[in-house]
Nanobody, 123 residues
Framework: VQLQASGGGLVQAGGSLRLSCAAS????????TGWFRQASGKEREFVAA????????YYADSVKGRFTISRDNGKDTVYLQMNSLKPEDTAVYYC?????????????????WGQGTQVTVSS
């Protein structure tokens, strides 16, 4: 599967953005999917994930209550709705997927990655 992330940009603190990750090749419903981010000079970190069935979602404590992961099976697209953005949310955001058994929060368990999309939150 190939993943294409989009939707990043520059936003003021307190604002919102919605990231999209479109899949080509096989439907997202066959994959566990996740969002990760990497700030400049820092390691990649887990943000949010959704199980194949879509019934289970997982969030990093730092984004819980502000970010929401969702999926549109008809469009084979996974979204990350980001509200109440903070300057510390500034990073390159990556979507990822795997059809294998996975640990949602661990980047190494994901087989497929999209290119990153930059999110910059100004104070």
């Amino acid at each position: 599967v190939q993943l294409q992330a989009s939707g990043g940009g520059l936003v003021q603190a307190g604002g919102s953005l919605r990231l999209s990750c479109a899949a080509s090749g096989r439907p997202f419903s066959m994959y566990g999917t996740g969002w990760f981010r990497q700030a400049s000079g820092k390691e990649r970190e887990f943000v949010a994930a959704m199980s194949r069935s879509g019934e289970s979602t997982y969030y990093a404590d730092s984004v819980k209550g502000r970010f929401t992961i969702s999926r549109d099976n008809g469009k084979d697209t996974v979204y990350l709705q980001m509200n109440s953005l903070k300057p510390e949310d500034t990073a390159v955001y990556y979507c990822a997927a795997t059809s294998r058994n996975w640990f949602p929060t661990r980047a190494l368990t994901y087989a497929y990655w999209g290119q990153g999309t930059q999110v910059t939150v100004s104070s």
